[in-house]
């Protein structure tokens, strides 16, 4: 599955009945409410990670992609912007791209 596939599938499930839908539900409550459960699925990631579990790591990877995805929906922004982004600061070192952010 691509991240754009994934993009697909929350639109759609965007679209559902609240009633069937746990994307539609957090949708529902507000970008604020997408960006604390991405918070608390990233925190989830890094947990994992300290724990090296790879099992349990890539279960919550998964629900960070996600849950990035579901909070991206709640602003419309675009996997695609996202990946134009990537491509952009391809073009220099992340040394450079971090000092010219300031």
Known sequence: MTL???EQIVAARAKASTDESWTARLLAKGPEKCAEKFGEEAVEAVIEAVRDDPDRLTS???DVL????VM????????????????????Q????EKAARG
Do not use: I, T, W
């Open 60 to 62: 919550e990877a998964a």
């Open 66 to 69: 996600f849950h990035l995805l």
């Open 72 to 91: 991206l929906k709640s602003r419309n922004v675009a996997v695609s912007a996202v990946m134009a982004e990537l491509d952009r600061r391809q073009a």
């Open 4 to 6: 754009e596939e994934l």
């Open 93 to 96: 070192s992340g040394l450079k």
